[in-house]
């Protein structure tokens, strides 16, 4: 095993320490005073192993890449399993607070939304979870642990609320004679606009998951995609998850994706290839 991955397995572990001493400390199976030397006995070790790990890693990425102490340790941190967790919670609350606000991350000089349809499953999810909790509170005769699954349902349906929200704040948008593309709130890639871009409105309905399947890049709703792209050059094109497998990345040359108003997309397009080619000329 090799240094990176032990480190990862020890920061799980030890969240999952955690959780196990207080489920036992609420549901009574040990009293506290055993729940403290259960820490001392478990966490404690597990912790000192955890920071030595990280800093013996910090100092690898620092000697091995260059690196400045601050950007080695950000690469470390952006190693742990952990931290795209936090990252991807914390962008989710944040991105709801600033939808419930009416702000949008939009630094660029048009924005292009895609948010048609993307508060169908929250709401959906909203009132599965308020039946649940309603149930769950009639089925369990325990009030501490009812009160737990509605605390813990509460916190999920805002996380997804703030997931979907992070699409909606944080827009496509062009810049100058560059489209921008984002998925999650990171962006995904960057099209250089010049005479050779085509831009056309193509519907396809699949798939209806972020993808990079070969050369083309698919950025759809749940009913697919209406914009096409196609660029006379390959563009870098990287869609991050804190899930692996839905990580993707590649060179494309052509990009399905979906916005809400496709003819606004297109003459953005065509004003840009229209300056360019009069300040060639």
Do not use: C
């Not at 196990?20 to 259960?38: E, F, K, Y």
């Amino acid at each position: 095993m090799n240094t990176r991955l032990f480190a990862g397995v020890t920061q799980v572990l030890t969240v999952i320490v955690i959780v196990v001493d207080i489920v036992l400390v609420a549901t009574d199976a040990i009293t506290v005073r055993a729940a403290v030397m259960l820490w001392l006995a478990i966490e404690m070790p597990l912790l000192l192993v955890t920071v030595a790990l990280f800093v013996f890693r910090v100092r690898m990425l620092a000697r091995n890449h260059d690196l400045a102490p601050r950007s080695a340790l950000v690469a470390a941190l952006s190693e742990s399993p952990l931290y795209r967790f936090a990252e991807t919670e914390f962008r989710a609350y944040r991105s709801l607070w600033m939808l419930v606000r009416g702000k949008k991350n939009s630094p660029g000089d048009i924005a292009f939304t895609s948010s048609s349809g993307a508060l169908t499953m929250p709401v959906a999810f909203a009132a599965a979870t308020v039946i649940e909790i309603a149930v769950l509170h009639l089925l369990i005769p325990w009030p501490w642990l009812s009160v737990t699954l509605a605390i813990l349902s509460i916190w999920g349906l805002a996380f997804v609320f703030g997931f979907v929200a992070t699409d909606l704040v944080h827009p496509h948008y062009l810049k100058g004679t560059t489209l921008v593309l984002r998925q999650s709130g990171r962006i995904v890639a960057e099209v250089p606009i010049d005479e050779h871009l085509a831009v056309t409105a193509r519907r396809r309905s699949s798939p209806t998951a972020p993808d990079v399947d070969g050369s083309r890049l698919h950025l759809p709703n749940q009913d697919g995609t209406n914009i096409e792209l196609v660029l006379a050059d390959t563009v870098a094109a990287e869609i991050a998850s804190m899930v692996p497998a839905w990580r993707h990345a590649g060179d494309v040359d052509v990009i399905n994706v979906y916005v809400d108003e496709p003819e606004t997309i297109i003459a953005a397009v065509r004003d840009v290839k229209r300056a360019l080619a009069s300040s060639e000329s």
